[in-house]
């Protein structure tokens, strides 16, 4: 795909504003500050498409961005304990209502720290997207802080966390050194071939 041809769409703060999907859709999901905006920018080879902040809980909409006929959803952080109630539910609401709306979504990239084990909600997400037989990767953010013995260490210490010691697909991602950026690319590329097959028979 040529990530120059990449454009933000548009960004909706209410379940009720989303608009009906018009081609095949790619979900980012993670904890609050843990990377989704700069992983965004870092595989599009953009600078400030989405928009980056120290602060956690800055992204409390659903962003759309559209390369060709796909779309990638950038959802709402998760778990910022600072977050009021009211905005929590709101978020809540928008995370649990983008899956629940029938998207045609062909794969849910779930971003997690490497240098920690998986929190209370990232447990949450991934058991809901299991439950609901969601396709999904695990991208295990700020690999650049660890050594390459650390990284494959931890790969194993959150896959037995999650209890996805078999079948889980990790990847280890640095926004930093670009590590990771083709490992997920292929995967799409992958799934965006594997559609055009189908419709094609």
């Given at each position: 795909?040529?990530?120059?041809?990449?454009?933000?769409?548009a960004?909706?703060?209410l379940?009720?504003?989303?608009p009906?999907p018009?081609?095949?859709?790619?979900?980012?999901v993670?904890r609050?500050?843990?990377g989704?905006?700069?992983?965004?920018?870092?595989i599009?080879?953009?600078?400030?498409?989405?928009?980056?902040s120290?602060?956690?809980?800055?992204?409390?909409?659903?962003?759309?961005y559209?390369?060709e006929d796909?779309?990638?959803?950038?959802?709402?952080?998760?778990g910022?304990?600072?977050?009021?109630?009211?905005?929590?539910?709101?978020?809540s609401?928008?995370?649990?209502?983008?899956?629940a709306c029938?998207?045609?979504?062909?794969l849910?990239?779930?971003l997690m720290?490497i240098r920690h084990?998986?929190?209370?909600?990232?447990?949450?997400?991934?058991?809901?997207?299991?439950?609901?037989?969601i396709?999904?990767?695990?991208?295990l953010?700020?690999a650049?802080?660890l050594t390459?013995?650390?990284?494959?260490?931890?790969?194993?210490v959150?896959?037995?966390?999650?209890?996805?010691d078999?079948?889980?697909?990790?990847?280890?991602?640095?926004s930093?050194?670009?590590?990771?950026?083709?490992?997920?690319?292929?995967?799409v590329?992958?799934l965006?071939?594997?559609?055009?097959?189908e419709?094609?028979?």
């Open positions: 795909m040529n990530t120059n041809l990449v454009k933000f769409e960004s909706y703060g379940m009720s504003q989303l009906q018009v081609g095949d859709e790619i979900a980012f993670g609050s500050n843990v989704k905006s700069s992983l965004i920018n870092k599009m080879c953009r600078k400030a498409l989405a928009r980056v120290g602060v956690p809980g800055k992204t409390a909409t659903i962003n759309f559209r390369l796909l779309r990638f959803v950038d959802l709402p952080g998760y910022y304990a600072k977050v009021g109630k009211e905005e929590k539910r709101r978020f609401s928008l995370i649990n209502g983008y899956f029938d998207r045609p979504l062909l849910t990239f779930v720290d084990e998986p929190s209370k909600d990232d447990h949450q997400m991934v058991d809901f997207l299991i439950e609901n037989e396709p999904f990767v695990v991208v953010t700020k650049d802080k390459p013995n650390k990284v494959k260490e931890m790969q194993k959150i896959a037995r966390s999650l209890d996805c078999e079948g889980l697909t990790t990847i280890p991602f640095s930093v050194t670009g590590q990771g950026v083709q490992d997920i690319w292929d995967i590329d992958d965006v071939s594997d559609e055009q097959d419709s094609e028979q």
